[in-house]
């Protein structure tokens, strides 16, 4: 049959798909494959000449990859829900492996609802736990929401996908993106081929949001034809950390409804506040609503949630969901069909949802334990936050705004022109030259500022505080202390 | 500050992304969101009109909402991997609760790779894993696979989505569909805005591939301008249940080589094969290689598999792979990086892929009971497709080839010029008019032939064989009767 001489590659660099090609998404790049390959020699207990025992992952939000343990009631709850003949041996749950009677009683519930978690549910998700997750945003906000406005997705991440690819009609389509931000939105719209319109966020006040850089960056691409669509906050931040105060949640909205401009709320951290309270966008929403009747009707909101962050920190199981307030009902239907011809987020993610919008309650006989293992998570996140801080505010030339929530500092640094000229020499960029040096020495795995975009001439990197003990972050502190001495100019 | 009059909603229907728009997914589209409402009415227990008490959903292949049980094996592991403490109770588990040691052992091993189910794994999916999947292809393929080249993924869609999106460069690639198809595909190339070049598969030959055919389609597309880069095969078939011969797989590997030609071997269903046996597009394209030397080295294949069907049909967990040969190594990474961007694949559904392609071995504790559940699917599939085929061979009107495989049957339907107007005066095709019509009659829930693509004039439905019980076959004979009475010519 075969005759012709072979061609070469039908698909190659050059003729994939370019809007693939650009995209860029540091956060698990160079820097996270280098960090597995040693992460793998060290694994091999064979003899190594790495200067460091341990790869500590701090480049990426992943808190069951270092010391947070799962919640013990998220996961009895799971293992009855993945093996349902358990309930069949009740005694032997509660009187042999210790499940309270709410396990169990939560477990019947879920599987009543759901069937199995082996079959699909609909396309939006399992309408009982949309339900569960209205009831806790009433309870969260103090304003009704609609399950049919709610949709179950793949974490928050695979929600993003869904709300850029229906918003995006074309090259000309522009979404307001802060500065930094991270990469998931810069990534996403490079792939859809949309513009990114970037704005600013105000590192001075806390990585805060300033309405007259926003507005700025928005009237410029509007005068250079493009047709920007909506805005997208991260709060709390990510890579920054911020907690948004109100009056800046307050400001997006109304500039936001004035400019008919979609708010994406992005509001994975909600739980990882240590500074002041969350205000959600929906409850400020609906309260601006409530002061003005009538005036803020048109607003459209998508705000996401997710079960990778906060105490529950469940990021394997690809569980969130996202609701919207004042879209379309026609483009809704858009929405569910778009969601449909990925079938369904994965079934126990989104048990695990319900879960952490419905965990045990005062009274209950896991209550207890559930609140001991939330509050240890969370004191323990401040207090590594707090450690961390403080070293960088001994380090040269670094510097680094109060934690205030998230899983994130994003401390700037300030390079010598020596270490920029290093860089260069290798062809990258002073951050990434710091990053790739930091893990080299020490076996911390950081992200570099400008993965997540920074003002021209700043330099920043992002770490998580999610790694247990102060050791790694005493290899930094050293680390740090040479890279200065050896490039001082 | 609210002052300016609202101007409406900033999107609507006619101003979203227009691909989002036109793309057809008719699986979970106005028949099954219909079968929904009824099913809810049926579950409040008040009186209603309805003539039916239940809905059966043979409009999607989703084995555990309907009949089948998931493996107890699989199960079992997975409850231990959602919680890891009950290890701590072996022998809790192993004399109060009948797991063998062997699920224990397999439970250990996983968490030993895995970490936390908990945690984010590699973007790829878990090393480990993608080394059984390798191990697994090996044993089916006879060949060796790499590790390196598999990548795990939320069920096949999620893998067929990336694929897509890879290969499409603008609107000019064009990729080769079959017809009929499972519309994952024209749903997905309408959002990418690519060519989807349809081939007719030859329904008087158990559906099977025409290489003239392909050609002709292939050669008009050229003919046009359309960049043509990739050919998708679904086998075994998805609507059609075709399991395709040995000549037909050998014929379209060699027109792939030929006409550079990436394949795209959908094999999700490559244990649900009644007739023959399954032969995979890797093992066939090895084995050209080798009676070939040199001659099909440059071709590029992608062959899909998943945890969803099968005798395994844990769709809810969304596991699945794709594994790549004959790729170009630089357009590997972009595919790494693509995936990096929604993280990693669940990964409980990851692990499911362990058990699935490492599932217990003869001598080992759970291998009889697995084995007899196993074999108990796939009789009992059998057993219902046969019976179905057998009452529409009784059909007035019906015809349809002997159940191959997969998990549908696709039967022709041949209807009246009454039924033709009938349907025409409610906007509907004949195809889609019957199937409501049949799910307002009985409850059972099909998918018009026009979901998948038909040729003109030509009208079927696809319906699973999933549902036990035949009840609901004979509720179909009846109604079909009385259809085609009411609408006799």
Redesign the interface.
């Known amino acids: ?4 001489a ?8 050059e ?4 809007h ?2 650009t ?1 860029k ?1 540091a ?3 160079e820097l996270a494959v280098k960090s ?1 390959e040693y992460r ?1 020699t060290l694994a091999k207990g064979d003899p190594h000449d790495l200067p460091f025992n341990q790869i500590i992952s701090a480049n ?1 939000g ?4 270092l010391d947070q343990q ?1 919640i ?1 009631f998220f ?2 709850v ?6 349902p ?2 309930l069949e ?1 009740e005694d ?1 749950l509660i009187n ?2 210790g499940y309270k009677p709410d396990v169990l009683e939560r477990a019947k519930w879920l599987l009543k609802k759901v ?9 939006n998700g399992v309408p009982a736990i949309r339900q569960s997750i209205a009831e806790f945003l009433e309870r969260r906000d103090g304003f009704p929401a609609n399950p049919a406005d709610i949709y179950m997705s ?2 928050a ?2 929600g993003v ?1 869904t709300l850029l ?5 074309n090259d000309k389509t522009g979404i307001l993106v802060p500065i930094p931000q991270y990469p ?1 939105y810069t ?2 719209l490079s ?1 859809l081929n949309a513009t990114c319109v970037e704005y600013h966020l105000d590192e001075s006040k806390n990585w805060g949001t300033d309405l007259a850089v926003i507005k700025q960056a928005h009237e410029k691409a509007k005068a250079d034809g493009v047709d920007v ?2 805005i997208v906050i991260i709060n709390p931040g990510n890579p920054t950390g911020a907690s948004l105060p109100e009056e800046d949640i ?1 400001a997006v909205i ?1 500039y936001a ?2 400019e ?3 708010i994406l709320a992005d509001e994975v951290y909600q739980t990882n506040v240590f500074v002041g309270e969350f205000i959600s966008f929906k409850r400020m929403l609906r309260q ?1 609503q409530k002061e ?1 009747p ?5 607003v ?1 909101l998508a705000s996401l949630h997710s079960i990778s962050k906060g105490m529950v ?6 569980g969130g969901y996202f609701e919207l307030v ?3 009902p ?2 809704q239907a ?1 929405i569910y ?2 969601v ?10 989104q048990c695990l949802v319900d879960l952490m919008v419905n965990p045990p309650k005062l009274g209950e006989p896991s209550y207890e334990l559930y609140q001991k293992e939330y509050d240890a998570i969370f004191n323990g996140l401040k207090e590594r936050a707090t450690a961390l801080h403080k070293a960088f505010e001994q380090m040269e030339g670094v510097e680094c705004g109060s934690p205030q929530g998230s899983m994130y500092l994003f401390p700037t640094i300030t390079l010598s022109k020596k270490a920029a000229d290093a860089a260069a020499a290798e062809g990258r960029t002073p951050d990434e030259f710091y990053c790739m040096q930091l893990l080299e020495a020490t076996g911390v795995c950081v992200v570099p500022g400008s993965g997540f975009g920074q003002k021209d001439g700043s330099l920043h990197f992002r770490t998580t505080f999610l790694a247990p003990g102060t050791e790694w972050v005493g290899s930094i502190v050293k680390f740090h202390k040479e890279f200065m001495d050896k490039y001082r100019d």
Chains 1, 2 share one sequence.
């Open positions: 049959m075969a005759s012709e072979p061609l070469g590659k039908r698909l190659n660099i003729n994939i798909n370019p693939v090609r995209a998404y956060v698990r790049g597995e793998a990426i992943n808190p069951q990859q799962p013990t996961r009895q799971l293992s009855i829900l993945e093996n003949v358990l041996k032997v042999h492996l069937g199995s978690v082996g079959a699909y549910s609909a396309s793949a974490g991440s695979s996908n690819h229906i918003i995006c009609a998931l990534a996403s792939v669509r909506a307050r109304d409804r004035q008919r401009l979609v601006l003005n009538g005036a803020y009707d048109q459209e920190g469940e990021c394997g199981h690809r004042g879209f379309d026609a483009v858009e069909k778009f449909s011809i990925m079938l369904c987020a994965p079934v126990i993610g």
